[in-house]
């Protein structure tokens, strides 16, 4: 569905990502891991259509959507949850997810709203309440049903559990198992290995804009040296 | 009763500050430039409101024919002044900004003369007299101008979903964008509306002046800068209650400490004590 092949990405001259190239099939989960700086970010922001493309393509559905400015390609199905959130502050849980279903028909609003909702019945409770003030959880379910309002094909949530309660960390994990059976694709990046590894098919170990490593995640799992050297997990908690 | 005239009056005042200083703020959290030519704007407002006046006889038409044209060239100032140097740092846009500005005010002069133009016959001077107190009915028509016109806006912002998506891109145009914004689209209606309520404001000073003349940006261009920095820069319902506040500090102000500072330096002394105190601005957050 989504083809990364050889990309360069980055900001002004600055390079953030080398000759990177991997492919995500329907309905898969697919894990991008790496150490702080790796470029994991950057991949998934020039995805959006946010981090400019110095060399390489982009292919969604076999078309070419290198060029496409990002409001575009949310309109062929890619959304994304961004590092840090990013919801609108001063907006209502209700109003940023209006925003996050601009894309499609006014009449589609009500229906995936309440697709988001069951999804993440908490939210309901504080529909008027400025995003600003969520708790970091909530604000990650937001993040998440936010992107959902596009009915995006294709789903890249970025640093799923960071900051967050193992409660709440659940809660998201939960979420996108539920997505995945439903057959959205997701694209996730995580720092929690274990987590990561345990909901991906696939993985890519990006490190200082380099792929180091992919493979699935079963292969992932089985292969202690590679998750020594690049995830900073010890094998015990691996297993 | 001499305190709930200067209140009225304050307020009047204030008004006229709030239509100005609403488009700068909108621009600054679109964009993050300060648009000083904005002022320039607000002063062409003024001669068109006053010669359409004179031409026709109907303020009603001089004012929406204000706000059309007035509102059309700020989307023309985005396009061939800003929108070209958009991805250089912050101070180019600053200083082309200025630029325009200086040269406003000088084809203002070259167009229209260098000693203003006046309402040949001044609508809305007559005085009326309300909860006791003395206003001239331009004075009423401001205050009531600016509510309807406010109103409008906070409704189209609040209960509409473009406004939502309006006030979305203002915080985080990116994000926006990833979801389906076209944010062009949104900065061409955000320098259309700025501009058509500076215009307004520019009517409405001609009108309680009585007088246009090429320098009558000069003071609003600063005084709203203060403003939307001390409303928290790019928040708008701050930036109304700054611009309502700064009003009427100076009407008592003028009243009480107008024999040691004037008008303008009781606004910014005003601008440096809240900063001391809260460098977020009045009403942001820290
Ligand atoms: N806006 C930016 N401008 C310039 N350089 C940037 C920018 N954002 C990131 N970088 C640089 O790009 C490189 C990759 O950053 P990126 O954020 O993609 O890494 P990451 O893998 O997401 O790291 P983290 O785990 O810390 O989020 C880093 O060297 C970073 O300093
Ligand atoms: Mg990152």
Known sequence: MLQLK??????????????????????QVFALLGPNGAGKSSTIMSIAGHVKLFAGSIHFDGEDISSLPARERVKKGIAVAPEGRRLFPDLTIEENLTVGGYSKPKGKEAVNRDMVFSLFPRLTERLKQPAGTLSGGEQQMLAIGRAMMAEPRLLMIDEVSLGLMPKMVD????????????????????????????????????????????????????????IEAFLGMTKESAA | MLYVELLAQGLVQGSIYA????????????????HVAHAGLFTLGGYIGVLV?????????ALVVSMLVVGLLGMAIYRLCYQPILDKPPYVALIASIGLFIAMEEIYRIA?????????????????????ITLRLGEVAVGIGTLVLIGALALFASKTRFGTVWRATVTDPEMAESFGVDIIKVRYLNFFIGSALAAVAGVMVALLNNLVEPTMGSVPSYKALAIIVLGGLGDVRGTLLAALALGVIEAYGTIYLGNYLDRDAIAFAFLILVLMVRPQGLFGRA
């Open chain 2, 19 to 34: 239509l100005v200083a609403v488009g700068l703020t909108l621009v600054y959290g679109l964009l993050r430039i300060l």
């Open chain 2, 53 to 61: 006046t004179n031409a026709t006889g109907s303020l009603l038409l």
């Open chain 2, 112 to 132: 229209f003369g260098p000693y203003g133009i006046s309402y040949e016959n001044p609508p809305l001077q007559d005085v009326v007299h309300i909860f006791g």
């Open chain 1, 171 to 226: 809660v998201c994990y939960n979420a996108i198992h539920h997505l995945k059976s439903q057959g959205v694709t997701i694209l996730l990046v995580e720092q929690n290995t274990k987590r990561a590894l345990d909901v991906a098919d696939q993985v890519c170990v990006l490190e200082s804009g380099n792929a180091v490593w992919q493979g699935s995640a079963a292969d992932a799992k089985k292969d202690p040296d590679l």
């Open chain 1, 6 to 27: 050889n990309i360069d990405c980055g900001y002004g001259v600055f390079q953030a990502v080398h000759d990177l190239s991997f492919s995500i099939e329907t309905g």
